[in-house]
């Protein structure tokens, strides 16, 4: 509490003597943050989807807005940068079964099963695959915890729970406690089998410990998946990825001879050893793959003094495309996730273009592809960034805006990674706001997000936006209304923006606050610095 208190003075005396005064916000306005929400999240857009014409328009209207407002091109002469990438689709059968040790049981793909192949291989074949129940799929020697212990699971198909051990028993000796890791997330744990060389992983799903309903998890059956295009993808180990729902998990447990909630229970223990389910999974797939090439778009402003140090603004610009009707919608407009986000870093990059004093440090403003396909887009900016990633100071990233009025509160999903987090208080409190902490760490929306990659590169970042205490409404009635964001609107065709339902003033006050933060970072001396506890640290 000392060093917050007094790294909290360093950052209130930086905060008041810079300038002299609060910068002018006068340029971040409500009806242009409405327009571009209103464009980016229009039918016309058809969702926002990689290599679809809703690709090439929605990236158009950002890189004409970035030149509207002054920006210099990221990419030598270019505000686009090609990420070149695969869509593979896996056609499945109606059911897969599996053969037991006594008869056969039978999931029903959608309803029960959703599974992929991540090849670019046409044909798979996977004959009598054991199968493994492998706990939560994770090698963390730092917390002194592998599932993988003396067990070869080459040529194996492994069944996982989603998230880390620490969520089930809400103890924080274990992992972070309810608090998601980054092993937590389902990407680590494919990549982890991958790393092992098993033939294939299939997660548990839950809605609680995923942090998402299987209606989000389910959705990949039968339908395209992106990836960055690598030679990797041509004769991988792992050539099945999935999900099973919990109660087909349940089900398939008993017929397989065990109680799924007493392995569950068993998992949690550091003496876990895997158990072989006496179960062999066969299934012939078929993959059709395209390649192509989708856009990330930036634009950037010089530094006057130290042009080679930067920090970033990220604001993805995919969304879901078309897909399965919803009460007679299948367009996947994605208001809230994320053209609202969009619109956010355009207005603070205006603000940025328009103010007296010109930055000291450059200002990047980046808007990746496939955030939704595995933040493929961030990733290979940052595997292939134009600027010395290593002379990043920060991220500021932004995504999933609710549209309910103003916030009290800055709510820091992943806070304590940072002292970033302390120049966040400052500022926030110079603008009458406090910083609260996610009501929902368990769903890993750290890991989730385009700063991922540049936290694995070493770039200390901030997520963070107005969220858990409305001001007419306050917490209770806020916390129901994320509940209910969760459930009924997230990557729903309803995530659409309504000017005669909506309220935006609390995302312009975000847009105020976070140029703020960057011009506090871009115009000091200020380095932030690591925390020892993050798993990020160096």
Known sequence: MRRLFLLLIVFSALVACHS???????????????RDIMALSADSMMGRAPFTIGEARATAYIKNRMQEIGLNPA?????????????????????????????????????????????????VEIANAPMLFLGFG????????????????KGKILVVLVNDP????LDSSLFTGYAMTYYGRWRYKFEEAERQGALGCIIVHEDAPAGYPWAVAGSKSNSPILYIDSKALDNPACLLNGWITHDAAKLFF??????????????????????????????????????????????????????????????????????RPVIGDSIYNGASDNAAAVAWMLAIAKAFKQADAKPKRSVVFLSPTAEESGLFGSEYFVQHCPFDISKAIACLNYDVVLFIGKFKDVTVTGYGHSNLDSLLQVVAQVNGRYIALDPNPDNGMFY????????????????????THQVELGKAKTLELIKNYWQNVYHKPCDEYNPQR???????????????????????????KWHKTSEFYR
Request: aromatic letters at 12%.
């Open 448 to 467: 989730r997000s385009d700063q991922l990659p540049f936290l694995k590169a070493g770039v200390p970042a901030i997520f963070a936006k107005g969220y």
């Open 254 to 323: 008993k017929a397989c001879g065990y109680d799924y909630d007493e392995l569950k229970k068993q998992a949690t223990t550091r003496d876990f050893k895997p158990i072989d389910l006496n179960a062999k999974l066969s299934i012939s797939l078929n993959n059709s793959v395209e390649r192509s090439v989708s856009k990330n778009v930036a634009g950037f402003i010089k530094g006057t003094e130290k042009p080679e140090e930067f920090i970033v603004y990220t604001a993805h610009w995919d969304h879901l495309g078309v897909g």
């Open 75 to 123: 990419f030598g002469n270019s505000f686009f940068q090609d990420v070149p990438m695969v869509s593979i689709t896996t056609h499945l059968p109606k059911s897969v079964g599996v053969n037991l040790k006594k008869g056969r049981f039978s999931f029903k793909v959608d309803d029960d099963i959703c599974l992929w192949s991540p090849t670019t291989r046409e044909k």
């Open 166 to 169: 620490g969520y089930y028993l």
């Open 502 to 528: 909506d309220r935006l003033d609390g995302l312009v006050d975000d847009a105020a606050l976070f140029y703020e933060v960057g011009d506090q970072l871009t115009s000091s001396n200020i380095y932030p």
């Open 20 to 34: 002299g005064s609060k910068p002018n916000t006068s340029a971040i306005k409500y009806s242009e943050i409405e």
């Open 138 to 153: 994770i090698n963390a020697p730092e917390y002194s915890w592998n599932d993988f212990r003396d067990t070869d699971v």
